[in-house]
């Protein structure tokens, strides 16, 4: 009988699985979105509220952020998820993430799934009547048209005078 007992073991001694938890969180915060086996994020989601949970603490800032600098050991995740992401869920009670289904994977037949930060969705540009995006920001159009002309730079051969080949190096 497996009363009153919560968690999966993965397969792992309990160091290795803490430590596995730990970069999945990290990871998270990081991407705001990763794919792993639906077991695995079916573990990781309690382990990775709890966290944001702890990001939203007002009464002891400090205490919390050394709370989870105990599981998150990169100071930027830790940044990011105390001023970006306690912030974004300030409001919201609970229930931060999101898991999609993606299916089994090709190799072993793993059920593998999508974990994601809510509000970290994808959000296509709206579109006018000629298919042209209308809402970018300057920052996204300047990095677009840099982009696209280092693109153009790079299918184009540079020009050189006369054409190299045999016929050029025999005279």
């Given at each position: 009988m497996r009363h009153r007992v919560a968690y999966r073991k993965l397969g792992r001694i309990t160091p290795?699985?803490?430590a596995l938890l730990r970069n999945l969180a990290t990871a998270l915060f990081e991407r705001e979105r990763i794919r792993t086996t639906l077991?695995?994020?079916?573990?990781?989601?309690?382990?990775?509220?709890?966290?944001?949970?702890?990001?939203k603490r007002e009464d002891d800032r400090l205490h919390a952020r050394r709370l989870a600098l105990r599981d998150i050991q990169d100071p930027r995740v830790v940044r990011k998820l105390f001023e970006?992401?306690?912030?974004?869920?300030?409001?919201?009670?609970?229930?931060?993430?999101?898991?999609?289904?993606?299916?089994?994977?090709?190799?072993?037949?793993?059920?593998?799934?999508?974990?994601?930060?809510?509000?970290?969705?994808?959000?296509?540009?709206?579109?006018d009547e000629k298919g042209k995006a209308t809402e970018k920001t300057e920052k996204t159009d300047k990095a677009g048209k840099a982009e696209s002309a280092s693109r153009d730079q790079a299918k184009k051969p540079p020009k050189t005078g006369r054409r190299k080949g045999k016929a050029a190096e025999a005279s």
């Open positions: 290795h699985r803490i077991i695995k994020a079916k573990e990781l989601r309690p382990f990775a509220e709890r966290l944001i949970t702890l990001a970006t992401l306690g912030a974004r869920y300030s409001t919201r009670p609970g229930g931060y993430t999101r898991i999609l289904r993606l299916g089994p994977r090709k190799g072993d037949g793993a059920e593998m799934a999508i974990l994601e930060l809510l509000g970290s969705e994808y959000q296509p540009a709206k579109k």
